[in-house]
């Protein structure tokens, strides 16, 4: 789509835990995988993805993390993840690594 000159695309926004990706699943409560290893993607995940970008949507992955500051995840271990999401098509992830304290806006 074009307006004034400019190519505008349309863009998906996607949380992480329990829609790209599995949660870890403590007392029926949802929590993001501290381990690679745990870091499983729902099997329509990747499909998905590749719907939405042949379709030219740009596919967004907003999630928050406070495990990063409270040191409970390894950056290593993060950036894995990350790069996971970027080889099945996610075009950018934007983190917030605050836990509540922080009262990040």
Do not use: W
């Not at 870890?24 to 993001?32: L, S």
């Not at 590749?50 to 990063?68: G, Y």
């Not at 040191?71 to 993060?78: A, G, L, M, V």
């Amino acid at each position: 789509m074009q307006r004034n000159g400019k190519i505008n695309r349309k863009a998906v926004f996607l949380d992480r835990d329990g829609v790209i990706n599995r949660c870890i699943n403590i007392n029926r409560k949802c929590f993001a995988p501290k381990l690679f290893r745990d870091f499983k993607l729902y099997p329509y995940t990747k499909s998905s993805i590749l719907k939405l970008k042949r379709k030219n949507f740009l596919i967004i992955v907003l999630t928050n993390q406070p495990d990063i500051n409270k040191k409970k995840i390894r950056n290593i271990e993060f950036q894995q993840m990350n790069n996971k999401l970027f080889e099945i098509g996610i075009d950018d992830i934007f983190v917030c690594p605050h836990d509540q304290k922080s009262n990040c806006k």
